[in-house]
């Protein structure tokens, strides 16, 4: 079975340092497909990115990077330079495919990071 | 903003009692998810649909129902309901039926209280 875990319950840092959140999975399949949501204090989840199993490049978006090893079935996200708006609860998550290489479409989330930033 | 709408975005009502959420799609999305995110349980997958047809089950209590109608929209039915459906309901939806470019939007989310 597919699993997610977020070790860090909670991170608290003040505004302009940076900020690792960490994200390990455990999956049977070779194609699976990762995510990060953002869910600030008004509630709604926000898409921040998705990476295919076959793509261990990492990415960067502006303050945002994340590094994908599947040696170690990771996938943290960082934030350079925090914000106060960058207060929000992260989750990481996994879809597996299927035989097709298509996704499931079903999202195992792990249980969430609340980060805070402090002016 | 997602594109995904759901109403009531509140709702509180009492045990033994039946509720529907409903769920609009982005703009040409055929695929519909519904999640429970609770203290306890986190983000749990329930349903999902493609195009009318349901694709795949989660955690969902027989209680529980939901079903996607001809216009794509999408409504959850939680009926005899406890305490602990108290949750926040989320709909997400996705272009295709799940496919290796998909993602899935979430909606604002409906938070239900049972008293």
């Known amino acids: 079975a597919q699993k997610v875990t977020q070790a860090q319950t909670e991170i608290s840092v003040v505004e302009k340092e940076d900020v690792t959140l960490d994200c390990v999975y455990e999956?049977?399949?070779?194609?699976?497909?990762l995510f990060w949501y953002k869910q600030p204090p008004s509630g709604e989840l926000v898409f921040l990115i998705r990476?295919?199993?076959?793509?261990?490049q990492n990415e960067i978006s502006g303050r945002y990077s994340w590094n994908f090893q599947k040696s170690t079935s990771s996938f943290n996200f960082t934030i350079t330079a925090s914000q106060v708006v960058d207060s929000a609860v992260y989750f990481c998550?996994?879809?597996?495919?299927?035989?097709?290489?298509?996704?499931?479409?079903?999202?195992?989330f792990g249980q969430g990071t609340i980060l805070t930033v402090h002016p | 903003d997602s594109g995904v709408t759901q109403t009531p975005k509140h709702l509180i009502t009492a045990t033994g009692q039946r509720v529907t959420l409903r769920c609009s799609p982005r703009?040409?999305?055929?695929?519909v998810y519904w999640y429970q995110q609770s203290l306890d349980q986190g983000l749990q997958f329930l349903i999902h649909?493609?195009?009318?047809?349901?694709?795949a089950k989660g955690n969902i209590l027989e209680r529980f129902s939901a079903q996607q109608f001809p216009d794509l929209h999408s409504e959850l039915n939680l009926s005899s309901l406890e305490l602990g459906d108290s949750a926040l309901y989320f709909c997400?939806?996705?272009?295709?039926?799940?496919?290796?470019?998909?993602?899935?939007?979430f909606g604002p989310g409906t938070r239900l209280t049972v008293l």
């Open positions: 999956t049977r399949d070779t194609t699976y497909y």
């Open positions: 998550a996994l879809s597996e495919a299927n035989m097709g290489g298509t996704s499931y479409g079903k999202l195992t």
């Open positions: 649909y493609y195009n009318g047809e349901e694709r």
């Open positions: 703009s040409g999305d055929l695929s």
């Open positions: 997400a939806s996705s272009v295709l039926e799940g496919a290796s470019t998909d993602t899935q939007y």
């Open positions: 990476r295919n199993s076959f793509d261990e």
